[in-house]
């Protein structure tokens, strides 16, 4: 399978790329320096230059990819601009891109809380605002996507065990290396297909939580 995963320098991103590249996928990351280019290498990656923000279209980026992963983000530290280029013109540009080329697979990766961004406050609110409005044009698209929701990230080794639930709401940590083997598992699970899922640390073998994901009815 050929994935270009979008944000491929992220700590998520270089760790799922160099999962799908273990598994004898061709796994390709979009970055925007090439000085980001040793690292994607380093995981068994080929990097993909391309402007997320200033890019008209990702077409070509995007061209002879089987599926792909929305895992850009524009950072804490940034402001409701660039949340709003990133986090939402950054995975719309994407959906657009599959829908032209024929890509029916995506996979994004979203956040607690977009289910109900008017909830929060301060610096949280327009972040919650661009996924939640990401996801929704991602679910109305026609594509066939998934929608991945973690909860806050950490830095902790993995476990491989997991909670993954249709229902939406929940509060609870997850490693970064945890929400990267879901997501490599979810990419080869095609009844994972018009999911929208949180996902937490827990007890549950990553492959066996993500193989009982279903679409909430």
Same mark, same amino acid.
């Given at each position: 399978? !050929?994935?270009?995963?979008?944000?491929?320098?992220? +700590?998520?991103?270089?760790?799922?790329?160099?999962?799908?590249?273990?598994?004898g996928d061709r796994a390709r =990351?979009?970055?925007?320096?090439?000085?980001?280019? %040793? &690292?994607?290498? %380093?995981?068994?990656?080929?990097?993909?230059? @391309?402007?997320?923000?200033?890019?008209?279209?990702?077409?070509?980026?995007?061209?002879?990819?089987?599926?792909?992963?929305?895992?850009?983000?524009?950072?804490?530290? #940034?402001?409701?601009?660039?949340?709003?280029?990133?986090? /939402? =013109? $950054?995975?719309?540009?994407?959906?657009?891109?599959?829908?032209?080329?024929?890509?029916?697979?995506?996979?994004?990766? #979203?956040?607690? $809380?977009?289910?109900?961004?008017?909830?929060?406050?301060?610096?949280?609110?327009?972040? /919650?605002? &661009? +996924?939640?409005?990401? !996801?929704?044009?991602?679910?109305? #698209? @026609?594509?066939?996507?998934?929608?991945?929701?973690? $909860?806050?990230?950490?830095?902790?080794? @993995?476990?491989?065990?997991?909670?993954?639930?249709?229902?939406?709401g929940g509060r609870a940590p997850?490693?970064?290396?945890?929400?990267? %083997?879901?997501?490599?598992?979810?990419?080869?699970?095609? #009844?994972?297909? $018009?999911?929208?899922?949180e996902l937490f640390s827990g007890?549950?073998?990553?492959?066996?939580?993500?193989?009982?994901?279903?679409? %909430?009815?």
């Amino acid at each position: 399978m !050929d994935v270009l995963v979008v944000g491929g320098h992220g +700590k998520i991103a270089l760790r799922l790329l160099g999962l799908l590249a273990a598994r004898g996928d061709r796994a390709r =990351g979009l970055i925007r320096k090439p000085e980001q280019a %040793a &690292a994607l290498e %380093a995981v068994g990656a080929i990097p993909v230059l @391309g402007d997320l923000e200033a890019a008209a279209s990702l077409e070509a980026q995007v061209k002879g990819a089987d599926a792909v992963v929305f895992a850009a983000g524009a950072g804490p530290g #940034s402001g409701a601009a660039r949340k709003a280029t990133v986090d /939402l =013109g $950054g995975a719309v540009k994407l959906t657009e891109a599959a829908q032209a080329l024929g890509v029916r697979r995506y996979v994004m990766i #979203s956040s607690i $809380g977009a289910d109900r961004p008017e909830a929060a406050s301060g610096s949280m609110l327009p972040y /919650l605002e &661009a +996924k939640a409005e990401a !996801d929704r044009h991602l679910i109305a #698209s @026609g594509l066939d996507y998934t929608v991945i929701r973690p $909860g806050a990230l950490t830095d902790d080794p @993995g476990t491989g065990r997991v909670r993954l639930t249709t229902e939406l709401g929940g509060r609870a940590p997850v490693s970064r290396d945890d929400v990267a %083997a879901v997501l490599a598992e979810v990419l080869h699970t095609p #009844s994972t297909i $018009g999911v929208v899922a949180e996902l937490f640390s827990g007890d549950v073998p990553v492959s066996e939580a993500v193989q009982a994901l279903r679409p %909430a009815q």
